[in-house]
Each structure stands twice: as structure tokens, then as C-alpha cells.
């Protein structure tokens, strides 16, 4: 079977950007930033909300539960329907329901209507990497690589902006303000993407694949689920375990199922590339070490100065000791596109890395604690910039939404492993502070031992990609 595999965004020297260019670039780049931001914005404000709403501790746990859970269908499926009905279209639809949920939840003064908001944000979560797939393909070659990384990075950016963002609205104003901010993102974006963006063609020919959805759909649930919630429901309960298995199970039967199918969600044998493969396990890799900088630095700093290590600052200035690395991850994501991504993943893992090493050993400043959360922040917008080059050199034309769909779940997955690992980690090392539990030094030491390892272990990933050259066209 031949496939043509999509020319990759390599290094050139490239002439300037015409003036449309830069705009397609912009409007496509808001709306990936808001819908990033969508994904940190209630972090700090998680516990105002919940009493506001009159909710449990589970209950507004279930806010970012139900954004993460559809969020993981939503991704693989809407990666596929760009590829048969047209990224820029989905791009669009994806946008819509970013608008539509937060709408519902800047109205919202209950509980349910909250979590019904926020599950229709988590299909907007497709929104990025069908925006890497349509500037991989609407920009000419010699700006793509830069465009694809700028997008990317906008995972990382997003993430590490909303912290600050949700803290000054914490401190200032209500926190519905939130949701009115993605509102006049997202309202600002459709127009833009709809009058300046060209609609590339259609690459693949074909149905949606609705049997293949269900299931992957559902080994996503069943296994995100008992990640999110673990902690309350025991790790080892049947419940959790139980859902494991189901994920196992579910995956199972989607690989045996798409393998007989003519036009399948995910194209398996393609899936498994080695180039293909081993981007998708670095990318869980990079995703684990960047989610986990975000817990485990802004609750640091606002940590009290009693246990040893916090420093008792406000959830402003937690926040806004995000704010130097997601700048970071702006200004060198664009690094990526000058060297070939399988040397800015190694680079950008080995940055990730020391900055990880860099919050172990220094403790005693804040500006100890920001300089390593920036160096690390550094190193993922790097590695995060690199992976849709890596995906392009290995995916045909007509799978490149999905492709870069599935390699984003990867990432998902990862910073579901490290929302469930770290927090494990500093719920069960604990100092007693005047009757409160809070997590040790030792907790987050190991915490940060085992994001850099993962990051590590990306760069190893990233030695044994196949180059280029060495990719078979055809099969």
C-alpha cells in the first residue's frame, strides 16, 4: 500500500512574512491560546467557585474532570473529520463550542449547569492540533515550520498564562470574568479564521469512522476517569481498577477493530511507525514534565513559609511565577523551527530536564523557584514545537489532522498521569502545620526526581526516532 507522506516543515532560509501571512498566523494562534488557557484558568480559583456554587470538594473537582474527559474524545474525533470534511471547518466548529461553553458557564450559578458548560469546552480542546494541522498546510513551506511551532507551543503558553491571568482575576474581580475572557477570544477568532483563512483541500476520501469513536472514546474515559478521581475513590478500589482494565480491554478490541477497516479513525499500521510511535510516547513524556511544573510551583510559592520551604505569597504572585516560562515558551518555541525536530526534541527534553534539576537543588529564594520553573518552561515550548514536524515527516498528507490529534491525546494522557502521580506524591509525604497535612520538601523533590526522568526519558525516545531519510514513503 503507498501512501505519500506529507513534505515536513524543514529548516530553509525563508524570505519575510507577507502581511496575510501574519494575520492567518494571528487569528489562528487566539484561538489555540484561548482554548490552551481554558485548561489552567480554574486551577487556582477551583476552591472560590466551589463554594460559590454550594459544591463538595468532588463535586467542583468535576469542573475540570468533565473538560479533561471530553476533551479526550472530542481530540481524536475531530481529528478525523478534518481530514474528510476540511480542517479549517472543524477548526471553526471547535472554536464555536469554545464560545457556547463558556457562554453557559459565565451564566451559570449551580453545580450542574457548570459542569454542562465545561463538558462543551472540552470539545474545543481539538482546537489545537487541528490549528497545527491547518498551518502545517496553509502557509507556505518556508513559514509552516515556524507557524507549526508557534501553534504548538501554545499548549504550554496557555497553560502557564492562565495561572497568572486567574489570579489577578481572583484578587481584583469575580471569577466569572474568566469565561467572559474566552467568550471575546473565541468571538474574535471565528470571524477572523472565516473571512482570512483559506480552506485547504480535502486530502482524505472515506465515512467517519463512528464504531472506531465509540471506542476509543471509551478506553479514553475509562482510563482518564480513575485517574482524575483515584485519590477519592483509592487506587486500589475496584472501581479504579475495574476502569483500568476496561481502557486495556477497549484498546484491545479498537486496534483489532480498525485494522478491518477501509477508512478507520486512526490509521493503526500507520500509528505504529516507529517515527510515528515513539514522537506520541515522548510527547506523554514532555506532557507528564510540563503539567507537573504547573502544580508543583505555584501551590510552592503559596505554600506557607512554616513548612520549610513556601513562602506563604498570595495566588497572584504563584501565578505570576508562571509567567516568565510561558514567555519563554513563546519566544524560543520558534528555535524549533530552525533545527530538525528530532534535535529540538532531544535539545528541548535535556532543557526540560535541568530545570527540573535546577528546583531540586535550589530552594532557599523565590527567584530560585521561577528560574527553574522558566528554564524548564523553555525546554517545552522547544520539544512541544517540535513534535508536528516529526508527525508531518512521518504521516500522510491525508491523515495529518489525525495524526497530530492522537499525538496531542498523548500529551493528555501525560499530564493526566502526572495530575494523578503528583498528587499522590504530595498527599502522602505530608508536615502537620497547626493541624493541616500539607506536602514536604521531600514531596516535591521526588516529584521533580521523576519529571526529570521523564524528561530524560523523552530525549532517549527522541535518539531512536528514525530520521527523514530513513522513513519508508510506502509500504
Not at 345 to 366: K, Y
Not at 374 to 381: K, L, N, P, R, S
Request: with cysteine; aromatic share 6%.
Amino acid at each position: 500500500m503507498s501512501s505519500a507522506v506529507a513534505a515536513p516543515p524543514a529548516p530553509t532560509r525563508s524570505g519575510p512574512w507577507s502581511g496575510k501571512q501574519l494575520i492567518v498566523l494571528l487569528v489562528i494562534g487566539v484561538g489555540a491560546l484561548m482554548v490552551s488557557l481554558t485548561q489552567s484558568l480554574l486551577v487556582p480559583v477551583l476552591g472560590e467557585v466551589g463554594t460559590d456554587l454550594h459544591a463538595s470538594g468532588d463535586g467542583a473537582a468535576w469542573i475540570l474532570t468533565s473538560t479533561l474527559l471530553v476533551g479526550a474524545v472530542a481530540v481524536p474525533a475531530f481529528g478525523r473529520l478534518g481530514d474528510l470534511y476540511g480542517t479549517r471547518r472543524m477548526v471553526i466548529v471547535a472554536l464555536a463550542a469554545l464560545v457556547l461553553g463558556s457562554l453557559i458557564c459565565a451564566f451559570a450559578h449551580d453545580l450542574s449547569t457548570m459542569i454542562v458548560g465545561r463538558s462543551v469546552v472540552g470539545i474545543s480542546v481539538a482546537t489545537v492540533p487541528l490549528s497545527i494541522s491547518l498551518v502545517g498546510v496553509t502557509l507556505p513551506r518556508e513559514h509552516s515550520g515556524s507557524g507549526i511551532a508557534l501553534i504548538s507551543a501554545m499548549l504550554g503558553v496557555g497553560g502557564a498564562l492562565g495561572l497568572p491571568l486567574a489570579g489577578v482575576i481572583a484578587q481584583y474581580a469575580d471569577y466569572h470574568v474568566l469565561f467572559w475572557i474566552c467568550v471575546a477570544g473565541g468571538i474574535l477568532a471565528i470571524p477572523g479564521i472565516v473571512w482570512l483563512v483559506p480552506s485547504p483541500e480535502r486530502s482524505a476520501h472515506g465515512r467517519m469512522d463512528i464504531i472506531g469513536t465509540v471506542l476509543l472514546g471509551g478506553a479514553m474515559l475509562a482510563l482518564l476517569l480513575p485517574l482524575a478521581q483515584g485519590s477519592s475513590w483509592g487506587w486500589t478500589g475496584p472501581l479504579t481498577l475495574g476502569l483500568l482494565v476496561l481502557a486495556v480491554v477497549l484498546l484491545v478490541v479498537f486496534v483489532l477493530v480498525e485494522r478491518r477497516l477501509r477508512s478507520p479513525l486512526v490509521d493503526v499500521r500507520t500509528t505504529a511507525r516507529p517515527a510515528i510511535l515513539l514522537t506520541n510516547l515522548a510527547s506523554l513524556c514532555v506532557g507528564f514534565a510540563l503539567f507537573a511544573t504547573l502544580i508543583g510551583t505555584a501551590t510552592y510559592v503559596e505554600a506557607p513559609v512554616a513548612t520549610g520551604y513556601g513562602f506563604g505569597k498570595s495566588i497572584l504572585v504563584g501565578g505570576l511565577c508562571m509567567l516568565p516560562g510561558g514567555l519563554s515558551m513563546l519566544l524560543l518555541s520558534p528555535v524549533s523551527a530552525r533545527l530538525k525536530p528530532r534535535t529540538a526534541l532531544i535539545v528541548g527534553s535535556l532543557i526540560v530536564a535541568a530545570g527540573f534539576a535546577t528546583r531540586i537543588v535550589l530552594t532557599d529564594s523565590l527567584w530560585q523557584v521561577v528560574l527553574g520553573a522558566t528554564i524548564a518552561g523553555a525546554g517545552t515550548g522547544i520539544a512541544y514545537a517540535a513534535m508536528p514536524g516529526l508527525i508531518m515527516q512521518a504521516a500522510p498528507r491525508s491523515e495529518l489532522a489525525a495524526a497530530n490529534g492522537l499525538n496531542s491525546l498523548f500529551r493528555s494522557v501525560g499530564s493526566s498521569l502526572a495530575s494523578a502521580i503528583g498528587g499522590a506524591i504530595l498527599a502522602a509525604q505530608t508536615i502537620d502545620l497547626a493541624g493541616f497535612a500539607l506536602p514536604s520538601l521531600g514531596a516535591y523533590r521526588l516529584l521533580f526526581v521523576i519529571c526529570a526522568a521523564a524528561a530524560v526519558g523523552a530525549a532517549l525516545i527522541a535518539l531512536v526516532i528514525p530520521r527523514p531519510a530513513a522513513i519508508a514513503v510506502t509500504e
